[in-house]
């Protein structure tokens, strides 16, 4: 099932720059068959809905055995049963 996301990762208690998590964080999403469209909050997602969620988990285990003790994700998930929702479809 196609889907678009939004996700914010959030590393809590890493100092007051979290550039080098963040940076790692959008390397794994590269990686996957994955449009993604960064913006100053979060990142824009669209993919294959169970691909999307494994990158999440997978973003989660990453970041814990690197050391980051504390992790909060906001996803935001969109999908439709009438057409493909895509992200160039919700630009205006």
Known sequence: ???TAELQVVPIGQGVSVRGEITRVM?????CDFIVE?????TNIEGELADILAAVA???EMLHRE?????LSYLKIETRTDKV????GKRL
């Not at 929702?85 to 160039?88: D, E, F, I, N, Q």
Request: proline residues 8%; aromatic residues 0%; contains cysteine.
């Open 85 to 88: 929702p895509t992200l160039a």
């Open 58 to 60: 997978a973003i989660h």
């Open 38 to 42: 960064p913006h100053a909050s979060g």
């Open 27 to 31: 390397a794994l999403l590269k990686t």
């Open 1 to 3: 099932m196609k889907a």
């Open 67 to 71: 050391g980051c003790v504390r992790l």
